[in-house]
């Protein structure tokens, strides 16, 4: 029988299920309203468990806590040296990008919150270099957006400057805070955080539509074609369906609306097409080829919507740990 495969909030209620009521009641006075009423959802759902599942689960929990123990404590470079040896370069590097991910996250929880549009109200006008250091602590989906209404020579000055930052001082991070203090009240100081960089501006390119994505790349092109081309090899798009295993893509099947299915596989190559129904079940696949055959007249527009809707089904599922997108063609995952 196979192992039961958790999302990242069934993790989460497996942890406070395995650390008994007392323990669970301390970290629930810790979290926010809309998390405890998530959690407890959770927990009321979560059916029975088998040993190996709790047990990797648990694993997972304590290697996270220790890798941001291991950062708090000595910094990103020690605490790659240190996980490296612990647990060889992959799982080091995955452990990593995890927890600063995380971190980078609290660090302006407030700022994840705003609609964009306030967001662009506020540094629209900043010089370039602030807002891409801005728009690093922003979700992705926030930050394609406020980029999407700049003007144009200001979009690419902003996707190149977040492309290339690595890491920014906190008297870097002070002076940001001190702009953007009388609009905000809970912006925190942070140690040297790993910002920005070619994955993040990868991900937020995944969150641009189509024809923004187009003049971005094109006009980066002619100012660093060797940026445009890592950062491209680092995005995900509906095409790169074909790089992803059989599980994976049975996986994110069952999280897709079949109508956004229909219109993807209308406007996609018979390759992609043939791998998706390949994966799924006789019954899925009958139903979706006679929608195609009744499906007509389809504007291109539609088709690429309904493609990112599903890559953003497959990035989400990727960050809950539900599967695993191999980037920039290199071999991550051990089997």
């Known amino acids: 029988m196979a192992e039961t495969k958790l999302t990242g909030k069934q993790k989460a209620a497996a942890i406070i299920i395995s650390l008994g009521a007392d323990n669970s009641s301390k970290i629930y006075k810790f979290l926010k309203e809309d998390e405890i009423e998530q959690l407890t959802y959770e927990i009321s759902r979560l059916q029975h468990l088998s040993p190996k599942t709790m047990e990797d689960t648990l694993k997972d929990f304590y290697d996270l806590c220790l ?7 000595g910094g990103l470079e020690y605490a790659k040296n240190v996980l490296e040896k612990a647990f060889g370069t992959q799982v080091a590097t995955s452990l990593l990008e995890r927890v600063t991910k995380t971190l980078r996250s609290k660090s302006f929880d407030f700022l994840r919150k ?3 549009k306030n967001i662009l109200a506020i540094i629209q006008n900043e010089h370039p270099q602030t807002i891409a250091l801005i728009l690093s602590y922003a979700r992705a989906d926030q930050a394609s957006a406020v980029i999407a209404e700049l003007p144009k020579e200001k979009r690419i000055n902003v ?3 977040i492309a290339k930052m690595d890491r920014t001082s906190p008297e870097v991070i002070k002076y940001v805070e001190e702009v953007l203090e009388k609009k905000f009240n809970s912006i925190v100081s942070v140690d040297f955080t790993e910002i920005g960089g070619v994955n993040y501006v990868a991900d937020v390119m995944n969150n641009m539509d189509r024809s923004n994505e187009k003049y971005i790349f094109d006009e980066l092109n002619k100012k660093d074609a060797k940026l445009a081309d890592e950062i491209r ?6 095409e790169d369906i074909m790089t992803l295993d059989s599980m994976s893509i049975q996986r994110f099947l ?3 609306d079949s109508k956004d299915l229909v219109y993807a596989i209308k406007g996609t190559n018979k390759e992609v097409s043939d791998l ?3 994966n799924m079940s006789t019954k899925m696949s009958e139903t979706i080829k006679s929608e195609l055959e009744y499906t007509r007249n389809i504007r291109l527009r539609d088709v690429e919507e309904a493609q990112q809707r599903i890559v953003s089904v497959i990035r989400r599922l990727e960050e809950e740990g539900e599967l695993i997108i191999a980037k920039g063609g290199k071999d991550d995952v051990i089997v």
């Open 276 to 278: 998706l129904f390949s």
């Open 254 to 256: 069952r999280e897709v």
């Open 159 to 161: 996707v190149e400057r």
């Open 233 to 238: 090899m680092r995005m995900f798009v509906f």
């Open 114 to 116: 705003v609609d964009y």
């Open 67 to 73: 890798t941001q123990k291991v950062i708090t404590e």
